[in-house]
């Protein structure tokens, strides 16, 4: 029997004696391994665009959602949300927050559906950077400033659009 891509019915048994080749493995393979490698690299395409196209926005409304959370990452197709509890809004919870939103970005393709992550608790064992501390100071004292509006359907509260660095 030759090395072609003959196919034998899964019900075709034996033939002298032996097993009959199914030959599928020799002509399928190659296509698999094609398809394989195209949808890794449109997977990688993806997860390289994904957070580029989304916008980043700092966020503290007026009333908390009813979460045990200093903040939380809300991730959905085309937008991203940092949540700031209004009570913990300092450096180091916003830090914390762009930090999950970075690792976020990394380990996973743009959510299709939307993607929620609260953040209860946190520590920075080596402190944060001065120079850190005193831009993300600034940020958050433009939150405070920014006039009351509309967090979309979290009510009253103050938002900007997050530009990294």
């Given at each position: 029997?030759?090395?072609?891509?003959?196919?034998?019915?899964?019900?075709?048994?034996?033939?002298?004696?032996r097993?009959?080749?199914?030959?599928?493995?020799?002509?399928?393979?190659?296509?698999?391994?094609?398809?394989?490698?195209?949808?890794?690299?449109?997977?990688?395409?993806?997860?390289?665009?994904?957070?580029?196209?989304?916008?980043?926005?700092?966020?503290?409304?007026?009333?908390?959602?009813?979460?045990d959370?200093?903040?939380?990452?809300?991730?959905?197709?085309?937008?991203?949300?940092?949540?700031?509890?209004?009570?913990?809004?300092?450096?180091?919870?916003?830090?914390?927050?762009?930090?999950?939103?970075?690792?976020?970005?990394?380990?996973?393709?743009?959510?299709?559906?939307?993607?929620?992550?609260?953040?209860?608790?946190?520590?920075?064992?080596?402190?944060?950077?001065?120079?850190?501390?005193?831009?993300?100071?600034?940020?958050?004292?433009?939150?405070q400033?920014?006039?009351?509006?509309?967090?979309?359907?979290?009510?009253?509260?103050?938002?900007?659009?997050?530009?990294?660095?």
């Open positions: 029997m030759s090395n072609t891509s003959e196919v034998t019915p899964l019900g075709a048994g034996r033939r002298n004696g097993a009959r080749s199914l030959g599928v493995a020799h002509s399928v393979a190659p296509a698999f391994a094609v398809l394989l490698l195209a949808a890794m690299g449109l997977v990688s395409a993806l997860a390289a665009q994904a957070p580029a196209d989304a916008q980043v926005f700092l966020a503290m409304p007026a009333t908390f959602p009813d979460l959370a200093r903040a939380v990452v809300l991730r959905e197709p085309g937008k991203e949300i940092v949540l700031l509890h209004p009570d913990e809004a300092n450096p180091e919870a916003l830090a914390m927050a762009l930090q999950v939103l970075a690792t976020a970005r990394r380990s996973a393709l743009s959510p299709g559906r939307g993607q929620m992550i609260p953040i209860t608790g946190f520590v920075f064992p080596d402190g944060i950077a001065e120079e850190e501390q005193r831009r993300l100071g600034g940020l958050l004292a433009q939150l400033r920014r006039p009351l509006s509309s967090v979309g359907n979290l009510g009253p509260g103050r938002w900007m659009r997050y530009s990294e660095r």
